[in-house]
């Protein structure tokens, strides 16, 4: 071979190899070497990361914002009237868990009763309670009261009776008069004097039982205490 033919072989093999030199820089993703993928996360994820298996708070809301679901729940009962008793309550309740220590009669100064409260063992039954209220109660309303309402209210339990309507001039000895013959604590007799909004005078005493005081109201209620006669209400 001469030296020109000599040195075209040289120059085609030479390009013979640069050319598979670059076609064989493909190869690896041919056969199916995984890619490196742009992210703007770090490629290898921090050591503190919880692992992938860990559940995670599916909520996005802070824990004192959430509603308690345990725990006792208290609220106020309006539109009641003199007239409603514990058990009218409870009855229409039916479902909610209470029993008549659940309930209190929110009375004000002269013994009108304001409203009920009610202690629920849960918001679910509270929820339940307002409800079976809007469905049968129309005449009522349930509203959130504080622990402290409660709390300062004081059970009667229908053990209490107020006497209504005694004369100006009474003495505890005349009420004490008015009662004989029924069993009651003489030291829970309270008169109670109010000027406002006209002069008037009342009373309550405590029984030993409910048995007792209705006993006495059934016997005593519009008797005479001197020249006024005396209306009785069993407090609950």
């Known amino acids: 071979m001469s030296k020109l033919g000599l040195l075209r072989a ?3 093999s030479n390009l013979a190899v ?4 670059r076609q064989n820089r493909g190869l690896p993703m041919l056969l199916g070497e995984p890619t490196r993928r742009f992210s703007t996360e770090a490629e290898n994820p921090p050591q ?3 692992p992938s298996d860990q559940p995670q708070d599916a909520s996005p809301i802070e824990p004192f914002l959430q509603t308690p679901t345990t725990g006792l729940v208290y609220g106020k009962l309006l539109g009641i009237s003199r007239y409603t008793l514990k058990t009218d309550v409870v009855n229409m309740l039916e479902g909610c868990n209470l029993s008549l220590e659940d309930v209190k009669v ?6 009108t009763p304001m409203g009920m409260v009610v202690q629920f063992r849960s918001w679910k039954a509270f ?3 307002a409800r079976v209220i809007s469905r049968k109660g129309r005449l009522f309303k349930l509203e959130r009261a504080n622990r402290s309402l409660w709390d300062n209210l004081t059970p009667h339990d229908g053990k209490t009776v107020l006497l209504q309507g005694i004369p100006q001039t ?6 004490e008069r008015f009662l004989s013959g029924c069993e009651y604590n003489s030291s829970s007799l309270q008169i109670i004097f109010r000027s406002f909004p006209e ?3 009342f009373a309550t005493v405590r029984f030993p039982s409910q048995t007792e005081a209705m006993n006495a109201f059934l016997a005593k209620n519009k008797g005479f205490c001197q020249n006024g006669q005396i209306l009785m209400r069993v407090l609950q």
């Open 10 to 12: 040289v120059i085609t």
């Open 18 to 21: 640069r050319t598979a030199v």
């Open 48 to 50: 503190n990361s919880p």
């Open 106 to 111: 929110d009375y004000n100064r002269a013994f």
């Open 127 to 129: 929820d339940n309670a």
């Open 170 to 175: 009474a003495a505890p000895e005349d009420v």
């Open 199 to 201: 002069p008037s005078k």
